[in-house]
């Protein structure tokens, strides 16, 4: 089993200052609600990885399919729209250049799996086998969509963390959260205090690091324009690596893409 354990970088620099790097063992927890960016986030974590620095990568998605999933990560590699959805008539520019995948994704060290409902015991023998290949981060989409999770949400954290540490892996787990777990101010800022009792305590609890996506130019609801256009906040309900609360990166969801806010760390 290769034992590496230098921390794996994002190429997203607030990002990798904040928490250091994915190490072995992790355990990430990304919450967000829906339309916020946590699959474009995670599809920029997987190209700025498995693509860009040759890190082999697993994504289990349990929400898209793997045509689906690969469709957005060449939206992501060539900045075109966000195809439309599988089985759709409408034309789309991705159309053209999806075409190139096989040659982009040729000799990738990129794991895809869309198995629905997967359970922690085969997520767990999946991961087992990956790890002979070198796999170092594991990406999931999203951990509720886990069989059984939801019905004993507690057990299900601890395994998670428990296969992080046993096949030294760094777990990347996205969450899905509602309305009532996110408590949005008048101006569209997120009071993290509040939210952060809210949220559940078994996330922090089990997890290293437990992150919320917040994207405040959705929910301005006034005439001016928001004067933080295009960008997300990411706010740390907990952080092992440091005390860094808040980074900023954009967030170009046309493009199902996250990037710095400065583009000259890569």
């Not at 990885?49 to 957005?72: C, D, G, T, W």
């Not at 759709?88 to 990129?110: R, T």
């Not at 198995?115 to 290949?133: F, G």
């Not at 998670?160 to 101006?187: G, H």
């Amino acid at each position: 089993m290769n034992n590496v354990k230098e921390p794996i970088l994002s190429g997203l620099k607030d990002w990798d200052d904040a928490i250091g790097g994915f190490v072995p063992g992790q355990f990430v927890i990304i919450c967000a609600r829906p339309a916020m960016g946590k699959s474009a986030f995670s599809i920029t974590l997987a190209k700025k990885i498995a693509i860009v620095r040759n890190i082999p990568l697993a994504y289990f998605s349990m929400e898209m399919v793997n045509h689906q999933i690969i469709r957005k990560l060449i939206a992501n590699i060539f900045n075109c729209r966000t195809p439309a959805p599988i089985g759709s008539n409408s034309f789309d520019e991705a159309d053209d250049i999806e075409a190139l995948a096989p040659k982009v994704l040729a000799d990738v060290p990129l794991y895809l799996d869309d198995e629905a409902r997967l359970s922690l015991q085969k997520l767990e023998n999946k991961i087992a086998e990956l790890r002979h290949n070198g796999v170092r981060i594991v990406i999931i989409d999203y951990m509720q969509l886990l069989d059984g999770f939801e019905e004993d949400k507690e057990l299900s954290l601890i395994k998670l963390k428990k296969i992080a540490e046993d096949y030294e892996v760094a777990i990347v787990a996205l969450s899905q959260i509602n309305r009532s777990e996110m408590i949005i101010m008048p101006d569209g800022s997120l009071d993290t205090g509040i939210s952060k009792q809210i949220l559940d305590d078994s996330y922090t609890k089990y997890a290293d690091i437990v992150s919320v996506i917040h994207y405040p130019e959705f929910y301005q609801k006034s005439e001016t324009p928001y004067r933080d256009k295009n960008i997300a906040e990411i706010h740390f309900i907990k952080n092992v690596h440091c005390d860094t609360k808040l980074i900023k990166l954009n967030f170009n969801a046309k493009f199902a893409k996250f990037s710095n806010l400065r583009e000259d760390y890569e």
